[in-house]
């Protein structure tokens, strides 16, 4: 027995809210057992792995705007995550660096979502790969989502500073 177009639709905003829901739970689980939001432990993965970065040159590796970036930014650093130090060679240029508290933190943490997606992605063949990006765009333009500014991170907004650990 075919669908209609509504059960199909219903079927589609389900999967959505499941997809929407599962971000929530897993950020709300970093938020609660770890301080981070995603995007401070997205932050702080990439500051680990690249001491010594700017504020700029950190926003290009991430796709996110510089002012995200800084937000983030002062965020750690008033928490003990994260210290800028000036730049020896070019004293106008500030670096970042994470903390020894902030590598305890992010070894203890659990993946986050998208690595684990981005595993599981790369798994599919090429052409599931395409379809799912492009069924994906299509939802996007179907609900007015194309043209939104948006990194490569799975993650509810930026919430207020969590409970501290």
């Excluded at 929530?24 to 010594?52: M, V, W």
């Excluded at 994470?98 to 981005?118: G, M, N, R, S, Y």
């Amino acid at each position: 027995m075919e669908k209609s177009s509504d059960e199909l639709c219903d079927e589609v905003l389900v999967s959505l809210r499941r997809l929407i829901r599962a971000v929530d739970l897993h950020s709300r689980r970093l938020a609660g057992e770890y301080g981070l939001t995603g995007p401070q432990a997205l932050l702080l993965k990439a500051i680990i792995s690249n001491q010594g970065l700017s504020a700029g040159e950190l926003a290009r590796t991430l796709s996110l705007s510089q002012a995200t970036i800084t937000d983030i930014l002062k965020r750690l650093e008033q928490r003990g995550l994260v210290r800028r130090e000036r730049a020896e060679t070019d004293r106008r240029k500030v670096l970042v660096f994470a903390t020894e508290q902030a590598q305890v933190i992010i070894d203890a943490a659990p993946p986050l979502l998208q690595d684990k997606f981005v595993e599981r992605f790369g798994g599919l063949r090429d052409w599931e790969q395409m379809m799912l990006l492009a069924s994906l765009k299509r939802v996007a333009e179907l609900m007015d989502a194309d043209d939104l500014d948006a990194a490569p991170l799975l993650a509810p907004g930026q919430p207020a500073d969590p409970p501290r650990l």
